[in-house]
Nanobody, 127 residues
Framework: VQLQASGGGLVQAGGSLRLSCAAS????????MGWFRQAPGKEREFVAG????????DFVDSVEGRFTISRDNAKNTVYLQMNSLKPEDTAVYYC?????????????????????WGQGTQFTVSS
């Protein structure tokens, strides 16, 4: 499956931004999806994830309550809505897809559990 992330750019602290990740696969609704980010000089970290059904989501503590993740299986797209942005949210954001756990009810947080990755989209939060 090919993943195309979009929506990056420059936003002021406190602002909002929505990232999108479109998948080429028609069986998108079978994939668990995740968003990861990597800031300069730091390791890639899990940000948010959503199971294939959309019923279960999870977030890293630092974005809990500010970010939401959703999916539209009819459009083969997963979204990351980011509110109350902080300069420390600045990073390259990657979407990822996993088909390893059919019917999963658990959000996967380990990058190694994802099989497909988008190219990344950069956004910067200015203070």
């Amino acid at each position: 499956v090919q993943l195309q992330a979009s929506g990056g750019g420059l936003v002021q602290a406190g602002g909002s931004l929505r990232l999108s990740c479109a998948a080429s696969e028609r069986t998108f609704n079978a994939y668990d999806m995740g968003w990861f980010r990597q800031a300069p000089g730091k390791e890639r970290e899990f940000v948010a994830g959503i199971t294939w059904s959309g019923r279960y989501t999870d977030f890293v503590d630092s974005v809990e309550g500010r970010f939401t993740i959703s999916r539209d299986n009819a459009k083969n797209t997963v979204y990351l809505q980011m509110n109350s942005l902080k300069p420390e949210d600045t990073a390259v954001y990657y979407c990822a897809a996993s088909l390893r756990y059919t019917g999963s009810t658990i959000v996967r947080k380990d990058a190694g559990e994802y099989d497909y990755w988008g190219q990344g989209t950069q956004f910067t939060v200015s203070s």
